[in-house]
């Protein structure tokens, strides 16, 4: 078997930023992944990356918050979903609010 594109999705969300979802079912787990799916997940501002989930062969699940890497549980791609629309809704409530204090 050879690996199928399950979502491949852009979303814009404001002039500046997009989020991209793209799932892969993949023939075997990735090295270091428990599960079939290959999957990339970001959230872009201003052509830079400032959230991301993924699972890199060799490096497994995980996300990037900013500068910091953080080990990703994951359970189910609805919850993959879940978890990575929250933290892109966190980031952008902070960067609303870092934009309105520096307005003042």
Known sequence: MKAVLLVRRRISLAENAFAEIVIWRVPQPLRGSLHDLKYRLAYVVDGKCVLRYDNEAGKG???????????YQFTTVEQLLSDFLSDVERRRDEDAEDQDRNSR
Not at 61 to 71: C, F, L, Q, S, V
């Open 61 to 71: 699940d995980h996300r990037h918050i900013g500068d910091r890497e953080t080990t």
